[in-house]
């Protein structure tokens, strides 16, 4: 379906155009943009998840492609324009969710494992308590003590989780005969997204991905930049079946010419939250950027350092274009998006548009505190959402506040833990994502962190930073300051409260997320 409309004066014209599609965790999108950065024309259809047994979640690749294919199709038609004027096609993916298929007659050997799936939970719990892991964390913590590497300190406190694709694949290979086999031949290939997309765009031909969506498996070290001969040695991962791995902003090839007509050059893969920071130009080392859509996500630019693993925080390469490598430092929040729709199916409210007007027509919670879940812990023990603190005066404008607020909180204790251990000044904080919509969340969160935060005008940043990419690789852009020049800015939200206004309520919370841990 059209997802918007193009802005006026969006005739066809000789002008040449970028396609910048991000596909999500529940939508598939696809924007067409001119030089000005503007959309021209939008399609998305809604991503259809799985969930063949409880706790798994999967992606029908077939399904998948035809949606691809559709909104690239359906946003050029709605932009007024024909094939033969996109310069260039950027691939944002959602990170984690992978797939495995047959290298000679490229069929797959399972549907799309969501990074949303929990199924190697056992797998995590046996791992996580083995006495293996803890000799390893002796040896790390010896070897960084003795040289003071980096390189050291992440595998001196390694944990194993269910969201880490290394778990699930360890999952594939010890449950699934055909893609063991097939491994022990070289004919097993694993792809993320972005490499399955390309493989289909190009018939088959390119097989690669990028070193943002790499890193962002878990299986690929940051410092060396190479798949991870240790975690693959130690989870008896087969090293035959990674994909050779490119720049960001680069020439892949060309969709064939039988899918869209023409001949489409494919000019940058990336992962959707590097994707994000891109398009959000935060290009400067200090610069932050906080996604706020199923889940939450808070990038810091690096720079040139790369920042070793500090348990809630994770280095990643953030883009790799010719010899500029941007490393980011990450921490995530699990279920921001997914709590407030499932808010909305159990008739909390009917528009999530109503949510900030609802929080705000009350002073508080009234003591409510809602617990995120749907995620397994370190230990391997799993944690469930719920509400704490109902009373009979208890209304739904309550309920809300409540999912809210626990956005809020947790924002603040993740940026809390990213200025303690992230020793970089923080400059500017730029949000996205559907959530930064509500107003509510945003005014709260400035307020508990005593920053300013920018809102840009298009909340869909892993598209345009997608095409951003796509762009320098094909000169529709020159450079980044030409990028900055783009950027608009619908809202800027400056702390309005002391956040200590916030204390009382922010420590009930932190107690009843204390509580939830033994349930």
């Known amino acids: 379906m059209p997802c918007g409309q193009p802005d006026s004066g969006a005739a066809a014209a000789p002008a040449r155009y970028v396609l910048g599609v991000d596909v999500g965790s529940t939508m598939v999108k696809c924007h067409v943009y001119d030089r000005a950065a503007a959309v021209r024309g939008s399609s998305c259809r809604k991503v259809e998840s799985l969930y063949p047994r409880p706790g798994w979640v999967e992606l029908d690749p077939e399904v998948l492609w035809s949606q691809f294919v559709g909104v690239i199709k359906e946003a050029v038609q709605t932009a007024g324009l024909h094939m033969g004027q996109i310069a260039g096609l950027g691939i944002s993916t959602q990170r984690g969710t992978f797939i495995t298929w047959h290298k000679r007659t490229g069929k797959p050997f399972h549907n799309f494992i969501s990074w949303q799936d929990i199924r190697s939970a056992e797998l995590v719990r046996s791992w996580n308590k083995s006495l293996l892991l803890k000799v390893i964390h002796v040896i790390f913590t010896v070897l960084h003590f003795l040289t003071g590497n980096d390189r050291y300190l992440a595998p001196s406190f390694l944990t194993f989780s269910t969201q880490q694709t290394s778990m699930k694949l360890s999952w594939v290979f010890k449950n699934i005969p055909e893609a063991e086999e097939a491994a022990k031949k070289n004919n097993c290939c694993f792809g993320t997204i972005d490499t399955w997309l390309l493989y289909r765009l190009t018939k088959g031909s390119v097989y690669a991905t990028d070193y943002s969506s790499a890193s962002s498996t878990g299986i690929f070290e940051p410092f060396t930049k190479c798949w991870s001969p240790t975690l ?206 509500n107003s509510f969340v945003m005014q709260m969160t400035s307020d508990l962190i005593n920053k300013k935060i920018e809102k840009p005008a298009n909340a869909d940043m892993s598209s345009l930073g997608a095409a951003f990419l796509a762009g320098l690789a094909s000169g529709f852009w020159t450079d980044k300051e030409q990028l900055k020049k783009l950027r608009r800015i619908e809202a800027v939200f400056e702390p309005q409260k002391d956040s200590e206004e916030y204390r009382p309520a922010m420590d009930t919370w932190l107690q009843a997320m204390k509580h939830s841990l033994h349930w």
Not at 249 to 266: L, Q, R
Not at 322 to 332: D, F, N, P, S
Not at 398 to 403: D, G, K, P, Q
């Open 232 to 437: 693959c040695n130690l989870l008896s991962l087969p090293k035959s079946i990674y994909p050779p791995v490119k720049d960001t902003s680069f020439n892949f090839g060309s969709a064939d010419s039988e899918i869209f007509g023409v001949p489409i050059p494919i000019m940058a893969l990336v992962a959707d939250q590097q994707s994000a920071m891109f398009g959000e130009c935060c290009f400067h080392p200090g610069d932050v950027k906080l996604t706020m859509g199923t889940g939450g996500f808070w990038n810091v630019n690096t720079g040139e350092r790369l920042f070793a693993s500090q348990r809630s925080l994770y280095p990643l390469i953030g883009w790799k274009i010719g010899k500029e490598v941007v490393y980011l430092t990450e921490g995530t929040i699990s279920d921001i998006g997914t709590a407030i729709k499932w808010a909305q199916d159990i008739d909390l409210f009917t528009n999530v548009d109503e949510t900030a007007e609802m929080a705000q027509s009350i002073a508080d919670s009234q003591g409510v505190c809602f617990i995120p879940g749907l995620q397994v812990s370190v230990d391997g023990t799993y944690l469930c959402a719920s509400f704490m603190g109902l009373k009979p005066s208890t209304t739904r404008n309550h309920l809300v506040r409540a999912i809210l607020e626990s956005v809020a909180f947790r924002n603040k204790v993740l940026y809390d833990t990213i200025v303690k251990k992230v020793h970089i000044p923080l400059q500017t904080i730029r949000a996205d994502g559907g959530v930064s919509n």
